[in-house]
């Protein structure tokens, strides 16, 4: 058997047996059925935990949107305290509503302050392994058409959030 035959061997085992050698699939956790804890201010001041269904997001164990997958995008640069994050998938909320979620305030704004609060339509969700727990960002936006990149979203930008969850949970 030649070596050329050996190594596409080896690679077709690989692929069937589900190893992978890419740094994303290392660093990537699973993100849904696991209790998400809010670590960043924005989100512990706005969202709460979250805990994240295939078919819906639940901020605070009791506001649920339900959502459907669009397609993945990645930050353009890299950077701006996104280093980690190497791909965001994008969520389209189905029937968005206003909603608040902690002391009153909404994923895109806050009663008190604003009027015309729009609408949450797209969140962007992405997650890497660190030394000590999952992490997993979140990026709101409410603008008619899905962001193309998650730094620099204009005009339609609401918050992002971040949350750990340990990483002896499922």
Not at 18 to 38: L, Y
Not at 58 to 77: H, K, M, N, S
Not at 121 to 126: D, E
Not at 157 to 163: D, L, T, V
Request: with cysteine; charged share 20%; aromatic share 10%.
């Amino acid at each position: 058997m030649s070596k050329a035959c050996l190594t596409l061997l080896a690679l077709l085992v690989t692929a069937v047996s589900g190893i992978s050698t890419s740094r994303a699939a290392d660093s990537e956790p699973p993100v849904f059925n696991r209790n998400w804890t809010a670590v960043s201010t924005t989100a512990m001041g706005i969202t709460g935990d979250v805990r994240m269904t295939a078919e819906s997001i639940t901020f605070d164990d009791r506001v649920t949107f339900r959502w459907r997958a669009l397609g993945e995008i990645a930050p353009q640069p890299q950077g701006m305290g996104m280093d980690n994050f190497e791909r965001f998938t994008v969520y389209e909320l189905i029937d968005p509503k206003p909603r608040a979620i902690k002391s009153g305030v909404h994923l895109c704004g806050w009663p008190k302050y604003q009027k015309n609060i729009p609408l949450p339509r797209y969140i962007a969700v992405s997650a890497y392994t660190g030394n000590l727990s999952d992490q997993l960002g979140i990026v709101v936006t409410s603008g008619k058409t899905p962001p193309k990149d998650v730094l620099y979203v204009k005009g339609d930008f609401c918050g992002s959030f971040g949350y750990a969850a340990d990483k002896s949970q499922p």
